[in-house]
């Protein structure tokens, strides 16, 4: 993570997306996307690509981002969340997602992968989790299998089932966890490769607007660049790396949700009659004027 950005870069880039989201995110679109449970990818890439860019406050310069720091994620991630955590999980996954490679990959690797994401607004998935290994990735059962030609490895044969993977049905670019023949090791494979098999999205209680799904790999084939790092048997450390930066995004989106119901109902508690005067009078709440209505800067804008 770098130093970060400017304040006044942070504040406008938090004002771009509030005005993005209070155009193409409002209530109804919202209320509309949760009912259908529907993932709504055309607005991701958007906000993920040259539409609003968001994607560059996540990556470091030397790859073409704005190099955002560790506070600058946290409030662009805490706003994501304020207007909707399936969205904002939506986001998350190309950073969960690329995170091997930006903790575990050769130079050239992170600056052709982290570089696309830059230019492109490339969605990725990250593919840990199976059926029978979620929180214990030891027991994980995916294989990849050395392809060899003349005594030689030239790539990988990924074969294995993975569940719960956000942006599963939706990504450019999957990263996979498989046990080669060193050991736990993380792959890059690409939508479209042949014997992978995106599922049907789960239907679930929350976060409805995010895309989970399971992913399927049947012989898939990729090329021995296509393993993070170069060296077979890294993998489980790559994914410890990957779960300590993504858990301040996690933990901004908690944050996030909550301000943003703490938006909504405190003014709605100043307006409700319950046993002859509101419910705020009913509690001690000061200032509660001073409340603003949900996308304006809110109680988590504290100033440095
Ligand atoms: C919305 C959503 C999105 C997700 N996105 C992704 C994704 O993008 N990529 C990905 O790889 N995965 C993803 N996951 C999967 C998620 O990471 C797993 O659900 C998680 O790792 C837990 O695994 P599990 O569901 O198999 O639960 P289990 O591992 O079976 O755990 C079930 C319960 O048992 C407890 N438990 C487990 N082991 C122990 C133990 N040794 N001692 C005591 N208690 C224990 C756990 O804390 C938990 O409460 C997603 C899940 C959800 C719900």
């Given amino acids: 993570m770098t130093s970060g950005l400017d304040r006044e870069t942070l504040e406008l880039s938090l004002e771009a997306f509030r005005d993005f989201a209070t155009e193409k995110l409002p209530d109804d679109v919202l209320l509309d996307l949760d009912e259908r449970d529907e993932f709504p990818v055309d607005l991701v890439r958007e906000l993920c690509g040259s539409g609003l860019g968001i994607q560059l406050l996540f990556i470091d310069e030397e790859f073409g981002g704005m190099g955002g720091g560790a506070f600058d994620v946290y409030r662009i991630c805490e706003a994501l969340a304020q207007v909707d955590l399936g969205i904002a999980t939506g986001v998350l996954a190309t950073f969960l997602g690329s995170d091997p490679i930006r903790f575990g990959g050769t130079e050239e ?3 052709h992968w982290l570089g696309r994401i830059a230019e492109e607004g490339l969605l990725f998935a990250y593919c840990a989790t199976e059926p029978e290994a979620g929180s214990d990735l030891g027991a994980l059962k995916s294989t990849a299998e050395r392809v060899e030609q003349d005594g030689e490895i030239v790539g990988y044969r990924i074969n294995g089932s993975k569940q719960w993977i956000s942006n599963g049905g939706y990504a450019d670019v999957y990263t996979v966890l498989a046990t080669a023949p060193g050991g736990p090791s993380w792959f ?117």
């Fill in 109 to 111: 690797q992170k600056s």
């Fill in 188 to 304: 890059i494979v690409e939508a479209g490769a042949e014997g992978l098999s995106p599922g049907q999205p789960e239907d679930k209680h929350g976060i409805r607007a995010s895309n989970t799904a399971a992913v399927g790999f049947t012989d898939v084939v990729v090329a021995t660049d296509r393993l993070v790092g170069g060296r077979e048997g890294q993998g489980l450390l790559q994914a410890q790396a990957v779960f300590g930066y993504t858990r301040l995004m996690v933990a901004a989106f908690g944050l996030g949700g909550g301000w943003a119901a703490l938006d909504r109902a405190i003014p709605y508690s100043t307006e409700r009659v319950q046993g002859g005067s509101t419910c705020a009078t009913q509690f001690v709440c000061p200032n509660v004027s001073r409340f603003p209505p949900p996308l304006g800067p809110t109680l988590s804008s504290t100033p440095l």
